[in-house]
């Protein structure tokens, strides 16, 4: 009840300003702002609300300042699918002042039916963690009563489908014990973070995702999502956060009733974390699952320095977003071309950070900049390069985006 009034509360002003008083409505909307500005920096998150008409006090300001320094340094990525998406959603408006006009309420409704969908989950999962708690002692008691007899603990009829029956992913359709599977919605599965170490969500390779899906509708929803539950019951997505983005994008056709796809019944499979495992347990399901698939070496746990990581991922973003042109979702793309995937890795691999002491993103950001203007120098009094096509050193230099025609750069 509480969080279907307070969606009417949220809906009434198209002019917002965010709060820090006590109340719940204020601090969902707090919420809501924080998952669409979590991972932009002051500046980016200033302009971003700005262009929303959302206005952000002093206190909340501090708030959101504490958040994005403390997702800095521990690398963490808390959103879930459906606050991702709308936040990319955001920031697609936000470079276009009539379109961030039109779309503000769309955008704000989008982020608050994520944001309340993943926070109606949360609570569902401490209650499921309660009674599951409570029951426990009630058969303890048992146990106890029924000692004396000599009888084995009995199972208490009806008591073990509570257990069966997710709160938020639904039944379970196996229970192996080391994992569960269930059938569950694309929409609950939205609802849930990101493993806090899990490779950056692109939203643009959702999209394309999205878009190919509906040329092959016929082939279904090939391939499983992992998910991690810890100790308290909390989920996060160790695999398939790209295809949960797609499904969350096909979710907005099926209501309108425009795709004919069952968006209801996915399979997933989630390896619950016993209260004996280490704290590395989701590090390790997490390299088991990508040891067959090609993960970068950035993106693996425990490889890169979280900074470090932090800073190649923004740079390399920004360098995607003001050459969109040149960047292709595929890794296999050819120059002049670069994946974004493929950039991050190599700036790694190539040890960019450590050779140039780079120490912030805005130093790697320049540092490639540079290279640019040196490449684009070289090849404008230069023509004859008989390693690049005709076709590529044109289109190189008619956006002035030399990078991805060579890899040299990087070790220069």
Same mark, same amino acid.
């Given at each position: 009840?509480?969080?279907?009034?307070?969606?009417?509360?949220?809906? !009434?002003?198209?002019?917002?300003?965010?709060?820090?008083?006590?109340?719940? /409505?204020?601090?969902? *909307?707090?919420?809501?702002?924080?998952?669409? !500005?979590?991972?932009?920096?002051?500046?980016?998150?200033?302009?971003?609300?700005?262009?929303?008409?959302? $206005?952000?006090?002093?206190?909340?300001?501090? &708030?959101?300042?504490?958040? +994005?320094?403390?997702?800095?340094?521990?690398?963490?990525?808390?959103?879930?699918?459906?606050?991702?998406?709308?936040?990319?959603?955001?920031?697609?408006?936000?470079?276009?002042? !009539?379109?961030?006009?039109?779309?503000?309420? &769309?955008?704000?409704?989008?982020?608050?039916?994520?944001?309340?969908?993943?926070?109606?989950?949360?609570? %569902?999962?401490?209650?499921?963690?309660?009674?599951?708690?409570?029951?426990?002692?009630?058969?303890?008691?048992?146990?106890?009563?029924?000692?004396?007899? @000599?009888?084995?603990?009995?199972?208490?009829?009806?008591?073990?489908?509570?257990?069966?029956?997710?709160?938020?992913?639904?039944? !379970?359709?196996?229970?192996?014990?080391?994992?569960?599977?269930?059938?569950?919605?694309?929409?609950?599965?939205?609802?849930?973070?990101?493993?806090? *170490?899990?490779?950056?969500?692109?939203?643009?390779?959702?999209? #394309?995702?999205?878009?190919?899906?509906?040329?092959?509708?016929?082939? #279904?929803?090939?391939?499983?999502?992992?998910?991690?539950?810890?100790?308290?019951?909390? %989920?996060?997505? %160790?695999?398939?956060?790209?295809?949960?983005?797609?499904?969350?994008?096909?979710?907005?056709?099926?209501?309108?009733?425009?795709?004919?796809? $069952?968006?209801?019944?996915?399979?997933?499979?989630?390896?619950?974390?016993?209260?004996?495992?280490?704290?590395? +347990?989701?590090?390790?399901?997490?390299?088991?699952?990508?040891?067959?698939? =090609?993960?970068?070496?950035?993106?693996?746990? #425990?490889?890169?320095?979280?900074?470090?990581?932090?800073?190649?991922?923004?740079?390399?973003?920004?360098?995607?977003?003001?050459?969109?042109?040149? /960047?292709?979702?595929?890794?296999?793309?050819?120059? =002049?071309?670069?994946?974004?995937?493929?950039?991050?890795?190599?700036? /790694?691999?190539?040890?960019?950070?450590?050779? +140039?002491?780079?120490?912030? *993103?805005?130093?790697?950001?320049?540092?490639?900049? @540079?290279?640019?203007?040196?490449?684009? $120098?070289?090849?404008?009094?230069?023509?004859? &390069? =008989? $390693?690049?096509?005709?076709?590529?050193?044109?289109?190189?230099?008619?956006?002035?985006? /030399?990078?991805?025609?060579?890899?040299?750069?990087?070790?220069?």
């Amino acid at each position: 009840m509480v969080l279907r009034i307070s969606r009417n509360i949220l809906r !009434t002003e198209a002019s917002r300003s965010l709060s820090t008083s006590t109340s719940i /409505f204020d601090n969902i *909307k707090l919420k809501i702002a924080s998952a669409l !500005t979590s991972s932009l920096s002051t500046t980016d998150r200033d302009r971003l609300l700005k262009s929303l008409n959302i $206005n952000v006090s002093m206190q909340d300001q501090q &708030h959101l300042d504490n958040q +994005h320094e403390e997702n800095v340094q521990q690398g963490k990525i808390n959103n879930s699918i459906g606050e991702a998406v709308a936040a990319a959603i955001a920031k697609e408006a936000a470079k276009n002042k !009539t379109l961030a006009e039109k779309q503000k309420d &769309h955008i704000w409704k989008q982020a608050e039916m994520a944001t309340m969908e993943r926070v109606k989950n949360d609570l %569902l999962i401490q209650e499921r963690k309660l009674a599951m708690e409570r029951w426990q002692k009630e058969l303890e008691a048992e146990k106890k009563r029924v000692a004396q007899e @000599e009888i084995n603990a009995p199972t208490v009829e009806g008591d073990g489908n509570e257990d069966m029956h997710h709160p938020v992913l639904g039944p !379970t359709v196996v229970d192996l014990g080391y994992k569960r599977v269930h059938l569950a919605s694309a929409q609950a599965l939205s609802s849930i973070p990101i493993w806090e *170490k899990q490779r950056v969500y692109r939203h643009d390779r959702a999209k #394309g995702m999205a878009s190919d899906k509906m040329k092959s509708l016929e082939l #279904g929803l090939p391939g499983i999502i992992a998910l991690h539950e810890s100790v308290d019951g909390r %989920l996060s997505i %160790l695999d398939g956060q790209h295809r949960v983005g797609m499904m969350t994008i096909l979710q907005g056709k099926a209501n309108d009733g425009h795709l004919q796809l $069952n968006l209801n019944r996915i399979l997933v499979e989630v390896f619950p974390q016993s209260s004996s495992a280490t704290d590395d +347990h989701a590090k390790d399901i997490f390299t088991e699952i990508n040891k067959a698939e =090609p993960v970068k070496l950035v993106d693996m746990p #425990g490889v890169a320095k979280v900074q470090d990581r932090r800073i190649i991922n923004d740079a390399s973003s920004i360098i995607h977003e003001n050459f969109p042109d040149m /960047f292709k979702p595929s890794q296999r793309c050819r120059p =002049p071309h670069l994946n974004v995937d493929n950039l991050r890795d190599s700036i /790694f691999a190539a040890g960019i950070i450590k050779k +140039h002491n780079l120490k912030t *993103k805005n130093a790697l950001l320049q540092w490639m900049l @540079e290279k640019n203007e040196e490449l684009g $120098n070289r090849y404008r009094k230069d023509d004859s &390069h =008989p $390693n690049v096509s005709e076709t590529a050193m044109a289109k190189a230099k008619k956006f002035g985006f /030399f990078l991805g025609l060579d890899a040299a750069w990087l070790y220069e």
